[in-house]
């Protein structure tokens, strides 16, 4: 026994280091940078550090909360870092491998054969899994539906051998799995087929008529103490889910077969399972963050192998522990059958790990064996010696074959370039984050602005907001006009300046969401209605202008808009306006800013909503002009009046409504009276004006919006 304990030991601690050693080397460098769910990831780290301990992160389509809390103690020893937030993944997936090497020995425990080989080329083929190791250096919570699963399954057959034969009930193996059980729910939404799996199991178990068979009732009773221990483990997430349904949903909901994309066709919720299969060995996730390489899941050798593992498990399918490889695989590639979005998606499907190489090696060992049993005139080899040579060479193939892979891609041999894998980390909102530290100052509040048309409502720019470290404030903040305003508020407070980046002239200059955000200049026109310009910087690789922030902040696009019926030439129609003066210092309040009046040199402020009446593909500009009595232009402003998602879309889709925002400079010493607000739509490519006429009305080349008063300086 003490020998046994020993060499036990040896194998868990071997298994460990390796794993480690596979999935820390080059850490800090491969992957580069920070993807947009760490990110988010290490957002939620930082509240909790700060104090905050939901049982639910709602950030990002909602995430369980156990990756996150170990993700805390990571950082706070190392520092808010992708390291620290991926070396998390790396511990997780190095404690899986003997986790599994523990799961497949307690399951083959009472088969006949020596358990020991099979767990130990399964632990080792995990170890040094491609698919293994990518999940293990991202800082993705699906990482620990692996260790986990594993955990509950050993736990499981425990329970299971003692239950053989009606003996009483082993309270603590079934507890214990049922812990498991419940610990899985808390960390990734593939994990809640883990209870399927168990009764699966169970199920199979008490029809089946081996020697590992259990009475349906006793069977029925150890299912029954699992569910109520995990039970009790899920009641704080369940209440939770339970005030919040849709948080136990949404991200299924979002990817679901027949809710996205192609699968809405005829047919099409095969097409994702089938693709799912076939990732083994001929197909490929098609995300470089999830596969780098650009490879299928197992190299071909090993792929005919799980292929005959299949075979091998449907043909001892009465006895449980032969069977439980399939039952495991099948039940956890279902999260990836299930889904359109992304298919085939190896990160749904991590849960299956242990299940297929347990599968893969079933055979192998099963024909190393066979071939032992008859070769007795080889006297140099002894059986078990010979058992382990046929596993081992496809072992140390595929070992071999996928550390080269991994760390091959990351220096430009795999399918995809350096850049290409660069762009999928989110290096280029990491560097902008970097930039904007270097430039920063303590009394810095950077307003970063990015397109809305390349993230959800409930996604924002994790990945900088995460990696700027730099000394003041910052918000990454959605160019319209419902999120800008509260943005802009929760920013200003204890700031008097704001640093507005300037994508457009920048050196460096973001991809995406940053290279086409605020046509419309909608944060200019915020920044300066209620605080005005100070300076500018064009020196670093971001410039940015400087504004005053309001002493009380209360941005509002506006707040008393008139109502429009005006059309353009059937093109385009008013169906909204409000206009007003800018601030004449940061303490004005923000409800005088409505008023109609403009002391003489200083700035109006317009904003116009509109509807396009028809497919619109060509750029227009509206003209705003600030006529007195006799027609003179005393101010004038012309802007792009074009979508929303312009310029990613180009085309103003018929219906779609849209807003602009425009500060009005006025020319110098306009005398003190009555002017009036005129505005003109035109083609900005050909001039063409678009005649304006109101319903029953008569056309004419301008709209008159209302009047403005214009009062006397008071200074020269």
Not at 88 to 93: F, Q, R
Request: contains cysteine; hydrophobic residues 50%; neutral net charge.
């Amino acid at each position: 026994m003490r020998r046994r304990f020993w060499r036990e030991l040896s194998v868990v601690v071997l298994l460990i280091v390796v794993a480690l050693a596979a999935r820390v080397y080059l850490l800090r460098a491969a992957p580069p940078c920070l993807d947009g769910d760490e990110a988010a990831n290490g957002l939620d780290v930082l509240d909790v550090l700060r104090g905050t301990h939901p049982i639910f992160f709602e950030r990002d389509y909602g995430r369980e909360p156990l990756f996150i809390y170990l993700e805390a103690v990571s950082v706070s020893v190392l520092g808010a870092t992708p390291f620290a937030l991926r070396l998390t993944s790396a511990v997780v997936g190095a404690l899986t491998v003997p986790a599994v090497y523990w799961m497949v020995r307690e399951a083959l425990a009472e088969t006949g054969e020596q358990a020991f080989w099979p767990a130990l080329l399964t632990a080792l083929f995990v170890a040094f899994s491609y698919w293994h190791i990518t999940f293990s250096r991202i800082g993705y919570r699906a990482i620990l539906v692996p260790l986990v699963a594993s955990l509950a399954c050993a736990w499981f057959w425990r329970a299971w051998h003692r239950l053989r034969g009606g003996q009483t009930l082993p309270w603590r193996d079934l507890l214990l799995c049922g812990v498991f059980v419940g610990a899985s729910l808390y960390t990734y939404p593939a994990a809640r087929f883990l209870p399927v799996l168990i009764v699966a199991l169970a199920v199979a178990g008490a029809a089946g008529n081996d020697r590992a068979r259990v009475s349906p009732r006793t069977a029925a009773a150890g299912v029954l103490v699992i569910a109520a221990a995990a039970v009790v483990v899920f009641l704080p997430l369940g209440a939770y889910f339970l005030q919040h349904p849709s948080s136990f949903v949404e991200r299924a909901r979002e990817v679901g077969v027949g809710l996205v994309g192609p699968s809405d066709q005829a047919g099409a919720p095969a097409v994702p399972a089938l693709r799912t299969v076939a990732m083994f060995a001929f197909d490929a996730d098609p995300n470089p963050r999830q596969n780098p390489a650009g490879r299928p899941l197992f190299d071909l050798p090993l792929a005919g192998w799980l292929a005959a593992g299949v075979v091998f498990a449907i043909a001892r399918r009465k006895s449980l522990p032969h069977l439980f490889g399939l039952l495991w695989t099948a039940v956890f590639l279902l999260p990836a059958a299930l889904t359109a979005e992304g298919a085939p998606h190896s990160l749904r499907a991590l849960g299956a790990l242990p299940g297929a190489y347990l599968l893969a090696v079933m055979p192998m060992c099963a024909v190393a064996r066979w071939i032992a049993r008859r070769q007795t005139s080889w006297r140099l080899w002894r059986a078990p010696a010979l058992a382990v040579l046929l596993p081992l060479s496809f072992l140390l193939y595929s070992s071999f074959s996928n550390l080269r892979d991994y760390f091959g891609a990351w220096q430009g041999t795999g399918k995809y370039t350096a850049s290409q894998l660069a762009g999928s980390f989110d290096c280029v909102s990491a560097d902008a984050a970097a930039a904007l530290a270097q430039q920063g100052r303590a009394d810095a509040a950077w307003i970063v602005p990015f397109s809305r048309s390349f993230f959800p409502p409930s996604i924002s720019d994790f990945t900088l907001d995460f990696m700027y470290q730099g000394k003041g404030s910052h918000a990454v903040v959605a160019d319209n006009e419902l999120e800008a305003p509260p943005a802009l508020d929760r920013l200003a407070e204890g700031h008097d300046l704001g640093y507005l980046v300037q994508w457009q002239n920048a050196t460096l200059v973001p991809q995406g969401a940053y290279k086409y955000s605020d046509p419309k200049h909608l944060f200019d026109f915020l920044l300066t209605k209620y605080g005005g310009k100070v300076g500018a910087d064009s020196e670093g690789p971001i410039p940015f202008t400087i504004y005053e922030l309001p002493v009380v902040p209360d941005y509002q696009v506006g707040s008393q808009f008139v109502s429009q019926t005006v059309s353009f030439a059937g093109k385009v129609r008013l169906v909204g306006s409000d206009y007003g003066h800018v601030a004449l210092n940061r303490i004005e309040p923000a409800s005088s800013l409505e008023q109609k009046q403009l002391v003489s040199g200083h700035a109006a402020w317009v904003v116009l909503h509109w509807q396009a009446l028809v497919p619109i593909s060509s750029d227009l500009k509206v003209s705003i002009r600030l006529l007195d009595p006799s027609g003179h232009v005393a101010g004038q402003v012309d802007d792009l009046l074009v979508g929303d998602d312009y310029p990613l879309v180009r085309t103003w889709a018929a219906g779609e409504s849209a807003g602009t925002y425009h500060i009005l400079p006025t020319q110098g010493a306009v005398p003190a009276g009555s002017y009036r607000l005129a505005i003109i739509v035109y083609d900005d490519d050909t001039g063409k004006v678009y005649a304006a006429a109101e319903p029953g009305g008569q056309p004419s080349l301008s709209f008159t919006l209302g009047a403005m008063q214009i009062t006397r300086s008071g200074t020269p």
